[in-house]
């Protein structure tokens, strides 16, 4: 077998995996299957994609030739394999960001081209899609009554309100007019907000049976849900064999130790920190973006930064529902430039002044702006379906990283930190810390919505809203949370092997930094 060989089957491989399950095996009901499986059955399904993991199996048993990409495709196949073989029954709806809330944010047409036919077949076949998985999400959802693992009825709530958002929906005459939308549309339309409405009812009729607890806690059998958290962490750290107690330990030791950093900066610095917010979305916009040009001036000599790469623009959306800020990465034809997006759904004082110069340099200036780009540009390296793979661990926890990375001693010569945007660092890594005692206590110890916000509200300052919406994070995607400080620390082992005696010269630091964006297409597990 040639190594062309191996590329054609990684990339068939994961082209069909990520209709499967985009978001590497998050429990989620919303299967998005291509048009091979759209009408498979749960049996089926599984069936298939079990032959599927044992074609590849004994492709790679047979190679003669071993490459470098074979360990990453084994551990691939591992967790596919498990995750298929897992009970539908067990995998939660995702309500942090299920498909229902994706078509409400779609209805509004005027941020969908349904006037050129591409935008106009997407949005038919998102919504195809949709409808055709209601009955298996009703029969799941009726198994895991039944078997007592259920979601919970806070979550299922919230997924009831969006359904109802949608069931109401009428369309705006006038808007219909100025995109010309077809009759095609407003027929799918119609069928959409029926099944929306049909399933509303369905959920509101079985809403006093679903448990109160949140996330993988209301999983009654012990040893079941051991095994199902285990599943999570494994798949969302890419860190195989990290056990619960080990992760619940560090999050309390990097907690202990933040919340000290945090007070030594004085309670005047913390005052300051939390009434410097934003008046205007101009005053934002220039802040941001002065910001990010600033750091992506001065670390440079930490970083290698070819002739060739551009450093995505900010820019400001309106999108309810969704974090305050994201980076949108470049695709793999490099055809666009990535973009860092700030939202403004909650007005302008929803962002503190402190957090310019951490959430720069996490989302754009070194962090995901910097470490996909560049990992992309491996194209004619990498096989396809790696670069297109999310390693949460390995993306998050480099983002959290470059943060951590601001506060050290080789960053003082380069760029100045003032009091204020020290704390807000120490504060959002300390809420990455937070998360991997929280996701431990929700999905693990069954503990209740109050303690866990009370247990929050003690470590990191946030807003009631982002409060809240990080609970609902954590009981509907178990241990993705994880990813970021696991990640993080992840790569500080990795920085101080890599090191060893040469010191913290910027030669070596930038050495460091090379090394692991050349590795970064890789699960942070198999990063040597």
Partial sequence: ????????????????????????????????????????????????????????????????????????????????????????YLRPVNHYNDPFKDILDLIDADRVPLDKKDGFLNFQKRIFKFIIQIPEIKQNILLGLKYKVAESKTCTLLLAEYLKKISKKTLDTDLIKKLKIREEYLSFMTIFIEAAHDFASFLESIMKKLPTKLGLANIENKKLRQKMYQFCIDSETNITG????????????????????????????????????????????DSYTEKNNYLFKNLRPLFEVPKTYKLGPVKLINEKDQALANYISTDITFKKIGTFNLNMSQGPSAFFKGDVLYLSMHENAFGHGYQIPMMLSMSKEIPKWLLLTPWNSTDEGWALYC???????????????????????????????????????????????????????????????????????YSAIPAQALSYSIGQQYILRLRKKYLGNSGNSLGSIRGFHKHFIDNSYKPIGLIL
């Fill in 1 to 88: 077998m040639t190594k062309d060989d191996l590329i054609d089957i990684h990339n068939k491989f994961y082209n069909t995996k990520m209709e499967l399950d985009p978001m590497s095996a998050t429990f989620n009901l919303d299967y998005r299957f291509d048009s091979e499986y759209i009408h498979c059955s749960t049996e089926e399904y599984r069936r298939k994609s079990n032959e599927m993991i044992t074609t590849f199996r004994n492709l790679i048993k047979n190679s003669s030739k071993k490459d470098k990409f074979l360990d990453i495709m084994s551990y691939v196949l591992d967790l596919e394999e498990r995750f298929i073989n897992l009970p539908f």
């Fill in 242 to 285: 990290l056990r619960t107690s080990d992760i619940y330990k560090l999050g309390l030791k990097l907690v202990s130790e933040y919340d000290i950093l945090k007070k030594n900066m004085g309670p005047l610095v913390k005052k300051n920190y939390l009434f410097s917010k934003f008046k205007t979305e101009k005053e934002v916009l």
């Fill in 403 to 473: 943060e951590w990375l601001l506060l050290q001693p080789e960053i003082s010569n380069l760029i100045e930190i003032s009091d204020i945007e020290k704390y807000a660092i120490l504060n959002s890594v300390q809420l990455r810390n937070v998360r991997l005692v929280v996701d431990v206590l929700i999905n693990y110890y069954g503990l209740s919505f109050n303690k866990v916000k009370n247990f929050i509200k003690e470590h990191v300052e946030m807003s009631e809203s982002e409060l809240t919406q990080e609970i609902y994070r």
